[in-house]
T-cell receptor
Framework: EAGVAQSPRYKIIEKRQSVAFWCNPISGHATLYWYQQILGQGPKLLIQFQNNGVVDDSQLPKDRFSAERLKGVDSTLKIQPAKLEDSAVYLCASSRDGPNNYGYTFGSGTRLTVV | GQQVMQIPQYQHVQEGEDFTTYCNSSTTLSNIQWYKQRPGGHPVFLIQ?????EVKKQKRLTFQFGEAKKNSSLHITATQTTDVGTYFC???????????FGTGTRLKVLA
């Protein structure tokens, strides 16, 4: 089966600009996650969708970050305005029934640099 | 809040030497997962442990879940250059399927 697709692969923006990331999960996977991985740290969950509904967004900085999953398939994560500390890799992951048993399947990620 | 720590943070070994990373949770875990992230890559799921004291093997990798289900270890026998990367453990927050990732151990293997 095809993996989790993400684009773009890399993005460089100036602070206060906006940016959007796209994710297409594995076909049939109802649960989609966005993770932020700062250099040298483990991934941190930003938001979890079940189909097109938000399950957990407790760690999403809602003043600048937003995410949506239209029609329960593709998802976009947006940052507006970006700050220097948003420089990180943004990983999308999906799972059929949750990460229990078989873990998360991550995409290749989008490396964001804010200058 | 729940914390998952790993030691060591970095480890350099000569090819053929053994390697162990330790994972410690501030709370009891229902299960623990291990992931490997190659340099420039994304985390890849390796295994899940569920039972107290459970030991699982994957070729040269041995995974162990502590009796109290608050710690875990990953041991690699006779490391190879292909083992290079960062190893993360991850455990669910109590009563949820929301996994907290550990701080990671970065392994470098010198040929």
């Amino acid at each position: 089966e095809a993996g989790v697709a993400q684009s773009p692969r890399y993005k460089i923006i100036e602070k206060r600009q906006s940016v959007a990331f796209w994710c297409n999960p594995i076909s049939g996977h109802a649960t989609l996650y966005w993770y932020q991985q700062i250099l040298g740290q483990g991934p941190k969950l930003l938001i979890q969708f079940q189909n097109n509904g938000v399950v957990d967004d407790s760690q999403l900085p809602k003043d600048r970050f937003s995410a949506e999953r239209l029609k329960g398939v593709d998802s976009t994560l947006k940052i507006q305005p970006a700050k220097l500390e948003d420089s990180a890799v943004y990983l999308c992951a999906s799972s059929r029934d949750g990460p229990n048993n078989y873990g998360y399947t991550f995409g290749s990620g989008t490396r964001l640099t804010v200058v | 809040g729940q914390q998952v720590m790993q030691i060591p943070q970095y480890q350099h070994v000569q090819e053929g030497e053994d390697f162990t990373t330790y994972c410690n949770s501030s709370t009891t875990l229902s299960n623990i997962q291990w992931y490997k992230q190659r340099p420039g890559g994304h985390p890849v799921f390796l295994i899940q442990l569920v039972k107290s004291g459970e030991v699982k093997k994957q070729k040269r990798l041995t995974f162990q879940f502590g009796e109290a289900k608050k710690n875990s270890s990953l041991h690699i026998t006779a490391t190879q250059t292909t083992d290079v990367g960062t190893y993360f453990c991850a455990g669910p927050t109590s009563g949820t399927y929301k996994y907290i990732f550990g701080t990671g151990t970065r392994l470098k293997v010198l040929a």
